[in-house]
């Protein structure tokens, strides 16, 4: 699924071909010959003939075709000056939907052939965009014509080929019956994330890989503002933070991170730093950034910037210059030290009363994990700080120095303050016992916002990991969280809750904690129903589906068996299952573990023609079966024709998830290793799939054996993968090590 490759799809049972391109990072050059580097940029002239009675299309509008027989030449407009990897070529069968922009661009979406209104909900996703983006950089959009295509084999989500981006079919298609909300809002955040790119990425290209960033970072973070301002109702600022920044921080605590510019080499190292980092990281602190400086400062360095390098390749410091200008700020200075070196900051914080005043010391240090930190003296990093108090006020400093005082006028001893409100920061915070107390409290009566009681809780978990904070202390925390209403807070609940079964699975204290997640879901339970009320709000539509379905894993049989109750009237075709809650009743059905509804989900699989759907049954069903000869059955599904190479990996990696199947996935892996190099090797998707069956052990000798294996199977470009997996596995032991004694204590008097 690189260079210019062929995609299986299928026309009444009919097994046909398209062609299509994927060419970044390196493979252009598997098409046609070229200095397939970012910064050798070049106009392109392209011709394609092919079958006359299908689509052909590529970055520009068609200016000639020429028929012969059964065959048709099309001549393509010339290209502006880009980057080969951003040349695209489609050939195939496919119907579309079109509309313009408001500056006349015309705008389609090609979808599989007879689903052309499931392309009707991205058209308006990239029309709007469009708009968004030439308004908000001040720059028209540059090309004539924006074609998005889903491809039916496509080893990622989507590429922004200027001017004709492919996707995933999951990605762009919305079925208007059977596409869930989440999986509507994933279609809306790739649209404008691949938008973004047509001026972040190609209109200006980063100079080397090293500044990958450049193009991903920013996208993800434009893919939030843009979708923000275009649909609201989705909240995505609030579910930025446990779906992008909390993942970026998880990550980055390893010593086995990396900064977010790196030094890159050969082609199979730019695989390599196409992850969290420079994605996740990379938005986390632009978000930081956009906070500090303002919109209005951000929106006029972002112009200058675009129209200065129009057509041209950059680096950071081009950036920085320009958005200090525009701000006045030092940002060059400040933004340094949060791409330049990898990891992040925790800022210990204690208090004292001073009079009417409260004064609060910081510190700042490198957040670690635990393990092989090496020295860590020498990392600082500017930090733009806000400390909100209880009576509202809001205190901003720049914490350009290792410790330093602040004061916060008027505020009494028994008030409370929280530094990094909304969880803006990319940074931990460590409380004093007492400063901790008060804030507690407040999470108790909600005093604060779901984001600020999502951050404490977040934190001491990420403290409880490292060895800086007990786990009996975050199991007490967690119950001052029963009466929570918030779909972003119980997210961090969830994460948090994931995290300690990962490491009891296999003691004996892990059904008393399975007994105490069921009482701490216990009231939400209650208020929550398995079927939405009219005019159901976006985030309550996601909190019913992550409460029914943790509590369906954690062996609420109530929920498990109303889930089977729901999914065989589904089957029987007498009642079906709504989008939203498919995900969820696979979950809860694949938790009883019967023989039957496997069978039962592997027919709905290959008569499943809407790949959302194909992909919800692979994930959430055929990978979540707690029966351990099932899941053997799903990982021998994974590489049968029935399932497309595409989607292979992530029924893999679900089963290695499964806390049922981390063995089964792993040895699967060794077994079929061979046949997982023959179909995605060069590229990402092997080093994803050996991180994945790596990652989820819990033990320092099977750290010990994994790098024995891979010592003696070295797969190609995983080699930060898999120091990642196994620093992770190894902070896990340490952790289960030092506070197992103490979890299985509370758990006995709980």
Known sequence: MKGFYRAKYFVNGEERYAASTQFESTDARRAFPCWDEPAVKATFDITVTGPKDRVIISNMPEISCTEEGDMKTIVFDRTPVMSTYLVAMVVGEFDYVEDSTRDGIKVRVYTPLGKKEQGQFALECGIRALNFYSDFFNIP?????YDMIGIPDFAMGAMENWGLVTYREQCILVDPVNTSASAKEYVAIVVAH?????????????????????NEGFASFMENLCTDRLFPDFKVFETFVPGTLIRALDLDALASSHPIEVPVGHPTEVDEIFDIISYNKGASVIRMLFNWIGEDAFKAGMKSYLTKYSYQNTETPQLWAELGEASGQPVSKVMGTWTEQMGF????????QEGNDRIVSLSQSKF??????????????????????????????????????VTLPNLGPSACFKLNPDFVGYYRVHYSPQDLDTLCTAVQNKELSPLDRLNILDDIFSLISAGKASSTEGLKLLQA??????????NSISNATNNLNTILLDQPCHANFQRFVRDVYSKIKSKISWDGTPGEKHLDTLLRCMVLSKLGRFGDEEVRQEAKRRFDAHVAGTTSIHADMRSTVYTCVGALGQDADYETMVKLHKSEELMEEKDRILRSGLGGFLNKEILEKSLSYSLSPEVRPQDSPFLILSVARNPMGKELAWQFFKD????????????SLVPYIVKGVSEKFVSEDMANTIQKYFDENPVQGSDRNLAQALETVRVNAAWLNRDLTAIKTFLEKY
């Open 141 to 145: 959009y540059p090309l004539k014509k």
């Open 194 to 214: 691949e938008t973004a790119h047509q001026w972040f990425g190609n209109l200006v290209t980063m100079e080397w890989w090293t500044h990958l960033w450049l």
């Open 345 to 352: 900051p925790v800022i210990s914080v204690k208090s004292r």
């Open 368 to 405: 670690t994990a635990g393990l092989n930190a090496g020295d860590v003296s020498k990392y600082f990093w500017n930090i733009p700080i806000s400390i909100k108090t209880s009576t509202g006020d809001i205190v901003k400093v720049m914490m350009d120095q290792e410790s330093m005082d």
């Open 481 to 490: 969280f029963k009466d929570e209403d918030s779909y972003v807070v119980w």
């Open 672 to 683: 079929n290793l061979p046949e997982l190099r023959k179909r995605y090797e060069p590229g």
